[in-house]
């Protein structure tokens, strides 16, 4: 149920996201989703990609830091307080979120967020038990 | 003592014999000095002193000191003690503040100094058997052509491949068996990367010693260096005012380099009151040529801070030690008052698992403070996905830096490849501080 996702390490210098983004343009490698996360001086790159172990290769053979993580993709309800009620299994789950953004989702009424978990495998259980929609990759990547 | 060699006999000299030979070389340079060369002579009858008051090495401390400047004011040939139709080469510093200086050698100077060479490589280890990639700059810098002649007087096959090209570097190290490498500690590093990105690991190599001078390095740059590279790494110690690489070497005890003092004789003063220190204190390097004919140098302050290591050696070497040279005072800067060196700040880098020395420091001055920043490009091991412990890793190097250097610095972290390599000696400050 975990998907794989890139993290590109980066200066916090203009210029400097669109070298990974266009190394992935031109190997024709289409990001499903991505979110930036920066401090002052550097910042992350963290993207979804059908292929990421060709996209891996890619932007390593560019000369980019690239680290493989695995994450987990949610389905919340696209309604007020859908969102609420899913953090509230996970608090109660006791499972640390170490971060999640939105995945950019284009299809039918789903919203789905991607889930960085300390203990991904006991986010996942918890979730099931209380019948929240973990998305598989096939799920996600066919999107 | 599989290194011994007839040359590297006088390595092993009894001290007694030893000491007499260099009174005897001692007598011989002051009197040709003094006769030759105007400074000297003008120097020493200020002090009222002449050749014939030097009658024991412990005299040598009634010389006067020669310092840098003393080359640069005599620029070009001032200094120079033998007839140009007698000096065979000359060879000139990178002159990186203000003019060059010149230094010359006779027929005899470039014997003595193949022969100190040499015993350099005889004391890494190296003999007739190995081919040696030699990588140190060919032209007016010391270090490419006295490597090269050391290393052929020894009778290996030298390959002068001079620095640059790194790619073809690899390459031949590759395709003709290098077994030893010559090289600034950091242009080493910038092959490692390089070979590593061409898909060679030199773990797979025939490459087994490297022998870096050139630069201050420090203990835990050659530890990492032999792990990444399979090989032994020498530190060896020269300068150009002296004769180029060739006054010290490392040996297989890798504890302090030895110092070919029949022809270079160290002392360690207080490079503030100019008092010779007793032996085992830490001090100013201050050598004087004993055989030196195109050139002589009397007591001249090398900025280096070491210390002379007296004790035998395990090798069985007697000539005395002195201490890796990691503090050249002329690299030193101060910053809020505090004396730093940047191989400290490579010692603190290292202290960090996963860290690689590659590091530049850059000094800033924001509404009269000094801040010290210090770039450090991330490796694939150390990149976390996690923000905190980026964070961290920013603090642990931080808070390295501050237990040795006691100051705080701001650590930025760059991508990999980002710090311009050097193919010669490493330049690992950008003081951009207007005074």
């Known amino acids: 149920m975990k998907i794989n996702q890139l993290s590109v390490f980066l200066e916090n210098q203009p210029g400097r996201l669109s070298e990974p983004c266009a190394v992935l343009a031109r190997a024709g490698i289409n990001i499903l989703t991505l979110s930036l996360a920066d401090t002052q001086q550097f910042g992350i790159l963290r993207l979804i990609v059908k292929d990421w172990q060709r996209a891996q290769a890619e932007l390593e053979k560019a000369g980019c830091l690239v680290k493989r993580s695995e994450v987990v993709a949610v389905e919340v309800e696209d309604t007020p307080g859908g969102l609420e009620r899913l953090l509230t299994v996970i608090e109660e789950g006791k499972v640390n979120v170490e971060y999640m953004y939105a995945f950019s989702c284009r299809c039918q009424a789903k919203a789905i967020m991607i889930f960085c978990f300390g203990d991904p495998d006991k986010a996942i259980s918890v979730m099931q038990a209380k019948g929240i929609n973990v998305m598989s990759g096939g799920d996600l990547l066919g999107v | 003592m599989g290194d011994f060699q007839p040359i590297s006999s006088i390595d092993y000299l009894p001290q007694e014999q030893l000491r007499e030979l260099q009174l005897a070389r001692l007598k011989n340079m002051v009197s040709r000095a003094y006769e030759r060369v105007a400074l000297f002579r003008s120097r020493l009858n200020e002090l009222n002193i002449t050749p014939s008051d030097i009658n024991t090495l412990a005299d040598i401390a009634k010389l006067p000191f020669t310092i840098k400047t003393d080359l640069r004011d005599t620029y070009p040939f001032g200094l120079f003690a033998s007839p140009m139709n007698e000096i ?207 050139m002589p140098m009397i007591r001249y302050r090398t900025r280096d801070i070491t210390t002379l290591l007296t004790e035998k050696c395990s090798c069985g070497r007697t000539i005395r030690r002195i ?113």
């Open chain 2, 323 to 435: 201490r890796r040279v990691g503090r050249r005072s002329d690299d030193m800067f101060i910053i809020r008052g505090v004396n730093v060196f940047p191989s400290q700040i490579e010692e603190a880098l290292l202290r960090i698992e996963g860290t690689l020395p590659h590091y530049q420091i850059i000094l800033t001055r924001e509404k009269d403070l000094d801040r010290m920043e210090v770039q450090v490009e991330i490796t694939a091991e150390l990149f976390s996905d996690n923000f905190s412990k980026m964070e961290g890793l920013k603090k642990t190097i931080a808070h390295e830096i501050h237990n040795i250097v006691g100051i705080n610095a701001t650590i930025t972290l760059v991508s990999p490849n980002t710090i311009k390599r050097s193919e010669g000696k490493a330049k690992r400050l950008l003081d951009m501080r207007k005074m």
């Open chain 2, 88 to 294: 065979v080469r000359l060879h000139a510093s990178s002159g990186t503040t203000g003019k060059p200086i010149v230094v010359a050698y006779t027929q005899e100077d470039i014997k003595v100094w193949a022969s100190v060479m040499h015993r350099t490589f005889a004391c890494c280890g190296l003999d007739r058997n190995d081919i040696v990639q030699n990588s140190y700059g060919y032209g007016l810098f010391t270090g490419g052509l006295g490597a090269h002649y050391g290393a052929e007087d020894m009778g290996a096959t030298v390959i002068p491949t001079s620095g640059g090209n790194t790619e073809r570097q690899i390459m031949v190290m590759k395709d003709f068996g290098v077994t030893a490498i010559c090289s600034t500690p950091s242009y080493f590093l910038h092959m490692l990367d390089m070979a590593k990105e061409m898909g060679i690991d030199m773990h797979d190599l025939p490459l087994r010693a490297g022998v870096f001078g050139a630069e201050p390095w420090t203990e835990q740059m050659r530890e990492r260096i032999e792990q990444a590279a399979g090989i032994k790494a020498y530190d060896i110690y020269g300068l150009s005012e002296i004769i180029g690489p060739g006054v010290a070497s490392a040996c297989c005890a890798q504890d302090g380099l030895h110092v070919f003092e029949d022809h270079f004789y160290p002392e360690i003063i207080d490079p503030i009151t100019c008092e010779v220190l007793p032996d085992g204190q830490e001090g100013e390097l201050v050598l004087t040529t004993l055989s030196k004919q195109a």
